[in-house]
């Protein structure tokens, strides 16, 4: 069963951070690109990283470029999303989510429909 959790999320205050985690199981997805999204509440679900199966291409929406960084453990099958200097407005439900057509492939996407397995979201509240 192809599986995606997130852990790691929760209440933190501005200009704090919080490390999220997402392991896979069920296929190796340690050999494919990896994704971070986000889903504030009535807003859509936006793209906020990026990484290629080997680590050496991300990517980064504007809005978080230069206080997230995407990385990942390939003997974990795990994908991490380090966020630094959170603001209010980093709240949302952040989704992983795997890009299965981008196996062992020096690219990785932004579009979020290029995504076909996805973890069920944790919230990340930053308060003001």
């Known amino acids: 069963q192809v599986q995606l959790v997130e852990s790691g999320g929760g209440l933190v205050q501005a200009g704090g951070s919080l490390r999220l985690s997402c392991e896979g199981s069920?296929?190796?997805?340690?050999?494919?690109?990896m994704g971070w999204f986000r889903q504030a509440p009535g807003k859509e679900r936006e793209f906020v990283a990026a990484?290629?199966?080997?680590?050496?291409?991300?990517g980064y929406a504007d809005s978080v470029k230069g206080r997230f960084t995407i990385s990942r453990d390939g003997t974990k099958n795990t994908v991490y999303l380090q966020m630094n200097s959170l603001k209010p407005e980093d709240t949302a439900v952040y989704y992983c989510?795997?890009?299965?057509?981008?196996?062992?492939?020096?690219?990785?996407?932004?579009?979020?429909?290029?995504?076909?397995?996805w973890g069920q979201g944790t919230q990340v509240t930053v308060s003001s």
């Open positions: 989510a795997a890009d299965s057509s981008r196996c062992f492939s020096g690219s990785y996407t932004s579009a979020l429909h290029d995504y076909e397995f």
């Open positions: 069920g296929r190796t997805w340690s050999r494919c690109a």
């Open positions: 990484i290629n199966w080997s680590s050496r291409y991300t």
